[in-house]
């Protein structure tokens, strides 16, 4: 009985949820909601379905909140119902409960004058709405039902713009090629508000500064036969002259020093750079660091979007915290502007202790330490110089390598200049500053029984945006140096096992010697929500070493193994490709694909990519029903003796797919169920590792799993819950069929925000 007492809750529970009505008093009725009915049968059935979803969102009150059709949050306001102010009956009653919305509380006349008037808005002028309660006799709930006879839908028939020959008519009829409202669409009046703001922003590019949307005025004349409408584009007469002005810039001053305190322009105080004023009472930066973020020129024609980008080009320059811009008029008389930009800054120097809980791509899960010390102009010139101390620890919870843990320490210096440190460098008038990167930095990552890697690393090179849409990360040279250190017997006796040899191991206390450029591509509009298709693309080439490898005529096949500084280089070509694309099935619910692809083709001093460059796969973000870099290369089994530790397996080569539906379950509770396969392969053959190495048949060697999940949203970050369970090994079992499901091979994973 005992062991069936958490159903018998939960059943009990549910009944009680169920009961809510028997709270409500003698004539109160409990509202489940409204609903709109069109009556037209003139109306396409998927004109009045979107119609009816669009009246029902306007309805008032809202009914009580349920989940799966229990009203948890009124029953828990019921039951924790209390006179007192204070205590737990209190705080679950005033936290987590929900009063009753009752029928009395709906506004029929209200609702129904909403739902008409949105109607007539959208073009059916002859719309008329009804509004009733609906109730079963001696119900204790009740809903209201709207009837709307929408009657026909108007449409435009014509639109005329200004024939005039002053330079505001001028300008408002050169917009009309691009206008919202086209003849044969539904009189909407959301679309023709909308024009009158894209006309705005169109004249604001044209130097009309004064201009506003409210000066436009859109005559509709509704007495068209065939229920059509003509609308008559004009300027209203009592236009302000200065709206209809053409301003041009005059001066600029910028001031980055500025407080609250100031209270005078101190134009006394600036000096001239280029086309812009600097004016500071002491010099706190060189002139030349606003050339990249005043976009507008005295003498030219205002327009909004050198405004807008300069602005955004000054938050994003980094010293300062605050930015305000001003525009004057020269004089009363003259169609000229003065620009002000008032900077504050940030304090130039910061310390900053962070404390971190991460889950790693190899299951680890563990806490990091970061000391950030901050400079944000550390040579006058807006550059960020940023020094930061970090340490870690990561611990393998439920994985094959328990017991060999995984600290990290090290040093990492950054300096940042918010412009292209070049002699060429792209065209970038946007609204994004470029940026050239210098990194230097040294890890030591300590293995618990098993070695120490020194890794020494450095790169230089740019980021840019090339639109909201298209982003630029160019590195000139990239270097890492991996020299390993104090390898234990038990690891170098793991590689030496003359029944197992694993060469995965043996690499992993290589040296890496990596020199060589690179270059990555981003596409993504995954950041506009009210797509219902949204893509990402992610693209990267690396090289290390190739043309030195190509004039020293090393050639590791043939014997011709060249050094630098005592250490065998490493020669590859690396290109990866990450494709996402997300489909919204519903406002709260979408698919999610992925597609990785990556090839690295080492040759000339190498065999095989770096082990610090190569490819794994397995564990939270990837093939979630296996253990992180478990699987491949390809249909190789790995042996390990009990008690020992698994090796990490990496390739050369890596195919992914990843499909995943996520629909809200409730509040910040959304599910998952997904479906993921792949694996990863070497492009050479060490004739130890059977069935590694990529070959036309390469689909036999894919791992298949699939599972569902939990993801809690708590805004400022994601925690997410997995369960994969394996449908296909990319190797035979004896025994075993090629496809099987089996919750007992399955994997839970615990991480932070979503998998991609």
Same mark, same amino acid.
């Given at each position: ?25 003698s004539g109160?009725k ?5 609903e ?5 049968k003139?109306?396409?059935k998927?004109d009045?379905?979107?119609?009816k ?30 006179k ?15 009063p009753?919305?009752?029928?009395s ?8 004058n909403?739902?008409?008037?949105r ?5 059916y ?6 509004g009733d309660?609906?109730?079963k006799?001696?119900?204790?709930t009740a ?23 002053e330079?505001i ?5 050169g917009?009309?090629?691009?206008t919202?409202l086209?003849?044969?669409?539904n009189y ?10 894209r006309?705005?922003a169109?004249?604001?590019?044209e ?9 436009l ?13 003509d609308?008559s584009?004009a ?8 709206a ?15 407080s609250?305190?100031?209270t ?7 000096y ?5 004023h600097?004016v500071?009472k ?16 005295p ?5 909004r979007t ?13 010293p ?9 008029d020269v004089?009363e008389?003259?169609?000229?502007l003065?620009v ?7 304090k ?5 202790l962070e ?6 791509s190899?299951?680890?899960?563990g806490?990091q ?15 960020a110089?940023?020094v930061?101390l970090?340490?870690s ?5 439920g ?17 940042s ?6 002699p060429?460098?792209?065209?970038a ?12 930095g ?5 293995r618990q ?11 230089f090179?740019?980021q ?6 298209r982003s630029h990360e ?5 270097f890492n140096?991996?020299?390993?250190q ?5 690891y170098?006796?793991s590689?030496n096992?003359?029944k197992?040899?694993n060469?995965a191991?043996?690499?992993?206390i290589?040296?890496q010697f ?17 797509r219902?298709?949204?893509f ?10 190739n ?10 096949v043939?014997?011709?193994v ?9 020669? =590859? *070509?690396?290109?990866? +490709?990450?494709?996402? &694309? @997300? ?5 709260n619910? $979408?698919?999610?694909?992925r %597609?990785?692809?990556g090839?690295?083709l ?6 095989q ?8 796969i ?16 390809g249909? =190789? *089994?790995?042996?390990? +003796?009990?008690?020992? &530790? @698994? ?6 080569? $890596?195919?992914e797919?990843? %499909?995943?539906?996520?629909?809200k ?7 998952a169920l ?19 190495v990529?070959t ?5 060697d894919?791992?298949v799993?699939a599972g569902?999940?939990?993801?809690f ?9 997995? %369960?994969?369970?394996p449908?296909?090994?990319?190797y ?12 007992r ?6 991480a932070?925000?979503y998998p991609?």
């Amino acid at each position: 009985m005992i062991k069936h007492f958490k159903y018998i809750l939960f059943v009990s529970v549910l009944l009680s949820a169920c009961s809510n009505t028997k709270y409500l008093t003698s004539g109160q009725k409990l509202y489940t909601g409204g609903e709109v009915k069109i009556e037209d049968k003139d109306i396409k059935k998927s004109d009045a379905k979107a119609l009816k979803t669009e009246m029902d969102a306007l309805l008032r009150p809202k009914p009580n909140s349920s989940i799966l059709g229990l009203r948890v949050k009124l029953w828990i306001y019921n039951k924790t119902r209390t006179k007192k102010t204070k205590g737990l009956a209190h705080w679950l009653n005033t936290k987590f409960g929900e009063p009753p919305v009752l029928a009395s509380a709906v506004d029929l006349e209200r609702n129904s004058n909403i739902v008409q008037n949105r109607l007539q808005n959208e073009g059916y002028f002859q719309a008329q709405v009804t509004g009733d309660t609906v109730s079963k006799p001696k119900s204790k709930t009740a809903k209201a039902v709207y009837t709307a006879a929408t009657g026909p839908v108007y449409k435009i028939r014509k639109v005329t713009f200004p024939g005039g020959k002053e330079s505001i008519d001028t300008a408002v009829a050169g917009t009309a090629a691009q206008t919202f409202l086209k003849p044969g669409n539904n009189y909407n009046l959301d679309v023709i508000k909308n024009e009158r703001i894209r006309i705005d922003a169109r004249l604001k590019e044209e130097g009309f500064y004064y201009f506003a949307p409210e000066n436009l005025i859109m005559k509709v004349d509704s007495a068209v036969a065939n229920h059509q409408v003509d609308i008559s584009v004009a300027v209203k007469r009592s236009t302000a002259d200065r709206a209809k002005e053409i301003y041009t810039i005059n001066d600029i001053y910028v001031y980055p020093s500025y407080s609250l305190r100031d209270t005078s322009l101190m134009l006394d105080k600036g000096y001239k750079y280029r086309w812009y004023h600097i004016v500071e009472k002491r010099k706190t930066v060189n002139s030349y660091i606003f050339a990249n973020t005043v976009l507008l020129r005295p003498g030219e024609v205002y327009n909004r979007t050198d405004h807008n980008n300069s602005l955004n080009r000054f938050v994003n320059l980094g010293p300062y915290k605050f930015v305000k811009n001003r525009f004057e008029d020269v004089s009363e008389d003259s169609s000229k502007l003065d620009v002000y930009y008032f900077l504050t800054p940030y304090k130039k120097k910061s310390l900053q202790l962070e404390l971190l809980g991460r889950t790693t791509s190899a299951n680890y899960t563990g806490t990091q330490i970061n000391i950030n010390w901050l400079n944000r102009n550390a040579f006058k010139g807006g550059e960020a110089l940023k020094v930061t101390l970090f340490g870690s620890t990561d611990v393998q919870f439920g994985g094959n390598n328990n017991g060999f843990n995984v600290y990290q320490a090290g040093i990492q210096t950054t300096l940042s200049w918010p412009r292209f440190i070049s002699p060429i460098y792209p065209k970038a008038d946007n609204a994004y500053i470029p940026h050239t990167n210098f990194t230097l930095g040294y890890t030591l990552v300590d293995r618990q029984k098993l070695y120490r890697l020194n890794s020494f690393n450095a790169s230089f090179g740019y980021q840019w945006k090339e639109s909201v849409h298209r982003s630029h990360e160019l590195n000139i040279f990239n270097f890492n140096f991996v020299n390993p250190q104090h390898i234990s017997q038990l690891y170098l006796d793991s590689i030496n096992n003359p029944k197992n040899i694993n060469p995965a191991l043996k690499h992993v206390i290589d040296k890496q010697f990596i020199f060589g450029p690179s270059y990555g591509y981003t596409y993504t509009n995954t950041t506009e929500d009210y797509r219902t298709n949204s893509f990402y693309y992610n693209g990267k080439v690396s090289l290390s070493n190739n043309l030195y490898g190509i004039i020293s005529g090393a050639d590791t096949v043939k014997g011709k193994v060249k050094q630098i500084f005592g250490a065998n280089f490493n020669q =590859y *070509v690396k290109i990866e +490709n990450e494709i996402r &694309f @997300f489909h919204k099935t519903g406002p709260n619910s $979408k698919f999610a694909s992925r %597609l990785l692809v990556g090839v690295g083709l080492p040759y000339g001093n190498s065999t095989q990519l770096p082990y610090s460059q190569q490819f794994f796969i397995g564990g939270p973000n990837s093939l979630r029903g296996f253990q992180a870099r478990t699987i491949g290369p390809g249909s =190789y *089994v790995v042996k390990v +003796n009990p008690g020992n &530790f @698994f090796p990490d397996q990496s390739g050369d080569i $890596k195919i992914e797919a990843n %499909l995943e539906y996520r629909p809200k379950l409730f509040s910040i509770v959304y599910g998952a169920l997904f479906v993921d396969a792949g694996n990863i392969w070497l492009k050479n053959s060490n004739g130890l590792q059977p069935g590694a190495v990529f070959t036309k048949n390469f689909l036999n060697d894919m791992a298949v799993d699939a599972g569902f999940g939990l993801r809690f949203d708590l805004t400022v970050l994601v925690l997410r819950t997995d %369960l994969g369970v394996p449908l296909r090994y990319p190797y035979s079992r004896p025994g075993k069929k090629e496809w099987d499901m089996n919750f007992r091979y399955s994997v839970f994973n615990l991480a932070i925000g979503y998998p991609f």
